[in-house]
């Protein structure tokens, strides 16, 4: 079965958003680009520096994956997806892995509007995630910390170092926090069925107030000095 049998399912599971790019191999042992998309008629599209390589093997409960690229995924991650037919559940092996912020700018609205740089530096722990029914449910936790990050829409540059967390429980949660930076992010939000629910804000220190002014018309609702974020 050759790689690209893996690489057009993917793509279609997907909606175009995850691609992979230029497939070798097998769907077994194999590599690729691994693209972001906008999907079905955007132009946006960004691909991961260096080539994605993967092993999948068969599990007594579904599909173990192994990943690995040179330039994010330097210990390879193991991932089990176990389908269902009323759903599906994936488990992440724990570990470290980094990716450039500019890939999330091939996603499309609003990641090709802010044009982000910085470093994104993912952390997972006992990650489990299942759906079921169009319910979405979490065990284990992750990790995102976004590490000095800038924006093509100001001129300070970095902005702040950030950190999102995942908690899993019977109503898994999400926070946002500031680990440092003129620009100031917090926020928290919950899943209800499969549906996020987000809410944040966004200021800026009185001395950077001019300099993340576009910023912050962008990623929220302006109400005074703040920006207000909020999802679903």
Not at 82 to 107: F, I, K, N, T, Y
Not at 122 to 128: F, G, S
Not at 195 to 222: K, V
Request: proline share 5%.
């Amino acid at each position: 079965m050759p790689a690209r049998w893996l690489a057009d399912s993917l793509s279609e599971a997907t909606a175009g958003r995850v691609r992979l790019h230029d497939p070798r191999g097998t769907v077994w042992n194999g590599s690729a680009q691994l693209v972001l998309a906008g999907g079905a008629g955007s132009n946006d599209a960004a691909v991961l520096p260096s080539r994605l390589t993967w092993t999948l093997r068969p599990a007594v409960t579904g599909v173990r994956a192994t990943l690995r690229s040179d330039c994010c995924i330097t210990t390879p991650i193991a991932v089990l997806a176990r389908p269902g037919w009323r759903g599906a559940a994936v488990r992440v092996g724990d570990g470290v892995s980094q990716w450039p912020a500019a890939l999330l700018s091939g996603l499309g609205t609003p990641w090709n509007t802010l044009e982000l740089d910085g470093n994104l530096v993912l952390r997972t722990k006992d990650l489990a995630l299942r759906w079921t029914e169009g319910r979405f449910t979490v065990a284990g936790s992750a990790e995102l910390t976004a590490e000095r990050l800038g924006s093509r829409l100001s001129t300070l540059r970095p902005m702040g170092t950030y950190r999102l967390t995942l908690s899993g429980g019977a109503v898994p949660s999400l926070q946002l926090a500031t680990v440092e930076g003129a620009l100031q992010l917090s926020g928290s939000g919950q899943w209800v069925g499969d549906r996020l629910r987000f809410t944040g804000e966004a200021t800026a220190a009185p001395e950077r107030g001019a300099a993340l002014a576009n910023l912050l018309n962008i990623i929220g609702r302006p109400a005074g000095t703040r920006s207000i974020i909020s999802i679903g």
